[in-house]
């Protein structure tokens, strides 16, 4: 279960959300009991006004909670090609449209995934560096 507050995950929206050049979204989070056919979270995006709005599962746990927030973040930019597609509904069948949503689904899950271990691998390495660093500045005479 995760605890981390409302206004903790706004700040890793914030975060993620300047990294990915979303700064011109609006978004909005809101933490559900429980989701439909358990899904950790999903987001609604209105296009025309760049507001989006994040539903969470209170049950995500904390060690998913950034792939989590990324992964639904990467459904605004990528979504947009879904809802041009949108427009043309009349044009494919339910199965193209569905097929389509799927190849955003793996797209945006890959993304997220690449994007957070990187992210986990440069933090890494940064608090190595200053640990080499904090053992360079310690005086010799002890
Ligand atoms: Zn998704």
Do not use: C
Request: cysteine-free.
């Amino acid at each position: 279960m995760a605890n981390l507050t409302e206004d903790a995950i706004m700040e890793l929206i914030g975060l993620w959300q300047n990294f990915l050049k979303l700064n011109h979204w609006e978004i909005s989070v809101t933490m559900r009991d429980r989701m439909e056919n358990s899904k950790a979270a999903k987001v609604a995006a209105d296009y025309r006004y760049h507001t989006a709005e994040i539903q969470m599962s209170k049950t995500v746990e904390e060690e998913e909670i950034e792939r989590v927030i990324v992964h639904e973040l990467l459904h605004l930019p990528i979504g947009a090609i879904r809802s041009v597609v949108h427009k043309f509904t009349d044009r494919i069948t339910p199965m193209e449209y569905v097929l389509i949503l799927d190849a955003e689904e793996s797209a945006v899950e890959l993304l997220a995934r690449v994007l957070t271990e990187t992210f986990t691998y440069l933090e890494a390495v940064k608090e190595e560096e200053k640990k080499e660093a904090d053992k360079a500045e310690r005086p010799s005479w002890y």
